[in-house]
């Protein structure tokens, strides 16, 4: 949990797609109890709801819902659009659509693949994160700076044994897409980074977890040196460092969230 005496987002409006559960959720949770305020998009209105509901008692203040598809241009736009008009700004972005569980076969191999999986896995990794930055990004440039948090993957890396060629390259793209952006917007004083977790228990990779047998989520314990698979929290504290001052000389970096797998 957040200590609330420890407000490094007061007075901030956060923008985070994704935001009904897992990581983003997460993250949310700590900007909203450390002082800040949310701009919370997700196409899952049930979900939002019940999110909102958890930020309003982590810290209360004027949080805002937007049921929306982060990877419609339009619907980004007057995302935007309506945040700045109601706050005037947007201190941070996050970007959290994306995974690798929207096909029939998350580890498919490369002559598995059908082009239309290939497609809707970069589609769903990139795209999103793109129109997001595509909005925001005139808008942090006019205000004089802003926090951009990506999500990669440890499968970005080319680590992953269990995912497709397709995630892997997509969330390859957001390393690349984070550290070219921060060299764009850096003389405008707006910081660009990512984080790239390995297997984290939010609520919809929780499910495939607990499917597997017992000696295979052994071996991936005993593969992490910290002996445990993550929490959305644990990749939400470093979300949150990344969004906040104290990583206001950090830009261009991919930091991996793995427990030192």
Request: hydrophobic content about 45%; overall charge negative; glycine content about 10%.
């Amino acid at each position: 949990m957040a200590d609330n005496s420890f407000a490094r987002f007061r007075g901030k409006v956060a923008l985070i797609s994704g935001a009904g559960n897992g990581i983003c959720r997460a993250s949310a949770e700590i900007i909203a109890a450390e002082g800040g305020t949310i701009a919370a998009v997700d196409n899952n209105r049930e979900v939002l709801d019940d999110a909102m509901r958890a930020f309003a008692t982590a810290g209360g203040g004027e949080h805002q819902a937007y049921c929306a598809n982060a990877l419609a241009q339009e619907e980004v736009e007057d995302v935007v659009a309506d945040v700045v008009d109601r706050y005037g700004k947007i201190d941070i972005l996050i970007n959290g659509v994306g995974g690798s569980t929207i096909i029939a076969d998350a580890g498919a191999t490369v002559d598995e693949l059908t082009m239309e999986e290939w497609q809707r896995l970069l589609d769903f990794n990139l795209s999103g994160t793109f129109l997001s930055c595509h909005a925001v990004v005139p808008h942090m440039t006019r205000q004089g700076g802003g926090k951009i948090v990506n999500f990669a993957s440890i499968a970005g890396r080319g680590k992953s044994v269990t995912s497709s060629t397709a995630y892997s390259a997509a969330k390859g793209g957001i390393i690349a897409f984070t550290t070219k952006l921060a060299l764009e917007v850096g003389p405008a004083g707006i910081n660009v980074n990512a984080i790239a977790p390995s297997a984290t228990l939010t609520e919809r990779i929780r499910k495939h977890w607990e499917q597997r047998p017992p000696e295979l989520q052994e071996q991936v314990i005993a593969a992490t040196p910290l002996r445990r698979i993550a929490e959305p929290v644990d990749q939400a504290n470093v979300v949150c460092f990344l969004a906040s001052s104290h990583a206001d000389f950090v830009t261009g970096v991919t930091i991996d969230v793995t427990g030192g797998a």
